[in-house]
Nanobody, 115 residues
Framework: QVQLVESGGGLVQVGGSLRLSCVAS????????MAWHRQAPGKQREFVAF???????NYADSVKGRFTISRDNAENTVYLQMNSLKSEDTAVYYC?????????WGQGTQVTVSS
């Protein structure tokens, strides 16, 4: 079972940047997909970005051009660089890993964008 720990959330002003990190409990070489999702208050959890083992990436339209997902297999870590943040980016951000068809989730990290 893969355990994931997110960090890097916080309070930032509109237009600012944050970088989220997610450390996996085991080697990411064996993990097929790493992804970020988010859940805003009163809304369903939504997809943000994913990265495959060979570093193919995909993004939600709402973050395309502003967010960048990357992975460092040596550090068992996936990152989400978030630039030009908007108030609507406020949410709890969750890291997820897919291994052999099973999804594992972290506990989440709060991102608050204030105007």
């Amino acid at each position: 079972q893969v355990q994931l720990v997110e960090s890097g959330g916080g309070l930032v002003q509109v237009g600012g940047s944050l970088r989220l990190s997610c450390v996996a409990s085991e080697s990411m070489v064996g993990i097929d997909f790493m992804a970020w999702h988010r859940q805003a208050p009163g809304k369903q959890r939504e997809f943000v970005a994913f990265i495959t083992r060979d570093r193919h990436t995909n993004y939600a339209d709402s973050v395309k051009g502003r967010f960048t997902i990357s992975r460092d297999n040596a550090e068992n870590t996936v990152y989400l660089q978030m630039n030009s943040l908007k108030s609507e980016d406020t949410a709890v951000y969750y890291c997820a890993a897919n291994q052999g068809g099973t999804w594992y989730w972290g506990q989440g990290t709060q991102v608050t964008v204030s105007s």
